[in-house]
Antibody, heavy 117, light 109 residues
Framework: QVQLQESGPGLVKPSETLSLTCAVS?????????WSWVRQTPGKGLDWIGE???????NYNPSLKSRVTISVDGSKNQFSLKLSSVTAADTAVYYCTRNGAWSLDHWGQGTLVTVSS | EIVLTQSPGTLSLSPGERATLSCRAS???????LAWYQQKPGQAPRLLIYAASSRATGIPDRFSGSGSGTDFTLTISRLEPEDFAVYYCQQYDSPPRYTFGQGTKLEIK
């Protein structure tokens, strides 16, 4: 059973870069799946940020594309999210997921990131 | 961009009753690309249904999905106490993008 665990700072200052990592266990990140980041805010609900393949190929939500970088480290079996120039609107619970059949079939427990000075 | 609208916003029912949740898309959606999730307070969403009608691993058969085109439905045949939660529909689009409905809260009456 694949398990995912997010980690990273819970507080980020405005205009700085949010950085999170997702550790994958119970399976290999090089298994042929895509891996995504999703965030959830009370006001906007669930918002897909982007996805990555183990070879490094990526797709991003057009609304965030200019600020997002997702990368993968196969040797550590993990992938990462960077979101630049953050504002209070980026305060959310961030989840990492494994992509299934055009759906997201395994989720991490989520990590709350607050943007505040 | 395809927009998903879920109704009702809140559904109040009693255990043992049947729940019918709706998800309407602003444009036609390939049925393979429609999924449903359950989320309980403080937890991550859990995949229930993918490809509009296929149950995910370990999901009880009281959960079923149906629909095509722009109208999709999640049905819970007999509500158990643990089924009271928020439910989201999700669609996959091209270029690759996942979008979610705003959710339906299923609460105990």
């Amino acid at each position: 059973q694949v398990q995912l665990q997010e980690s990273g700072p819970g507080l980020v200052k405005p205009s700085e870069t949010l950085s999170l990592t997702c550790a994958v266990s119970g399976g290999s990140i090089s298994s042929g799946d895509w891996w995504s980041w999703v965030r959830q805010t009370p006001g906007k609900g669930l918002d897909w940020i982007g996805e990555i393949y183990h070879t490094g190929g990526t797709n991003y939500n057009p609304s965030l594309k200019s600020r997002v970088t997702i990368s993968v480290d196969g040797s550590k079996n993990q992938f990462s999210l960077k979101l630049s120039s953050v504002t209070a609107a980026d305060t959310a619970v961030y989840y990492c997921t494994r992509n299934g059949a055009w759906s997201l079939d395994h989720w991490g427990q989520g990590t709350l990131v607050t943007v505040s000075s | 961009e395809i927009v998903l609208t879920q109704s009702p916003g809140t559904l109040s029912l009693s255990p043992g009753e049947r729940a019918t949740l709706s998800c309407r898309a602003s444009q036609s959606v390939n049925s393979r690309y429609l999924a449903w999730y359950q989320q309980k307070p403080g937890q991550a969403p859990r995949l229930l249904i993918y490809a509009a009608s296929s149950r995910a691993t370990g999901i009880p058969d009281r959960f079923s999905g149906s629909g095509s085109g722009t109208d999709f439905t999640l049905t819970i045949s007999r509500l158990e106490p643990e089924d009271f939660a928020v439910y989201y529909c999700q669609q996959y689009d091209s270029p690759p993008r996942y979008t979610f409905g705003q959710g339906t809260k299923l609460e105990i009456k």
